[in-house]
């Protein structure tokens, strides 16, 4: 299994990202996927996740209304939108996938390895 994310940069306040993670080697459709990051001396934390056919979503109180899970099951490939960023978000942001909880205290099967988001005033 491979999880492979795309499109973390540099932005500034304000800004706009939007990452992308291609999987392979399993059944894309029979996981949840989400997004977790995780900060220079924190905790890796959940973010947001997708439910299976993409129907339902859940995001942390932090980023609720500025950031957008989805999926594309044709694609193998779920998305992050992350708009209005604030120096609070720079992270690196891990895609994840689990088969059988759909939850923010989802454990994750598999994990990609990361891509690097830096916000900056």
């Known amino acids: 299994v491979q999880l492979v994310e795309s499109g973390g940069g540099s932005v500034q306040t304000g800004a706009s990202l939007r990452l992308s993670c291609a999987a392979s080697g399993l059944t894309f459709s029979s996981y949840v996927m989400g997004w977790f990051r995780q900060a220079p001396g924190k905790e890796r934390e959940f973010v947001t996740a997708?439910?299976?056919?993409?129907?339902?979503?859940l995001y942390a109180d932090d980023v609720k209304g500025r950031f957008t899970i989805s999926r594309d099951n044709a694609k193998n490939t779920v998305y992050l939108q992350m708009n209005s960023l604030k120096r609070e978000d720079t992270a690196v942001y891990y895609c994840?996938?689990?088969?059988?909880?759909?939850?923010?205290?989802?454990?994750?099967?598999?994990w990609g390895q990361g891509t690097q988001v830096t916000v900056s005033s």
């Open positions: 997708v439910s299976w056919s993409g129907d339902n979503t």
């Open positions: 994840a996938a689990n088969r059988r909880v759909f939850g923010t205290r989802m454990r994750p099967d598999y």
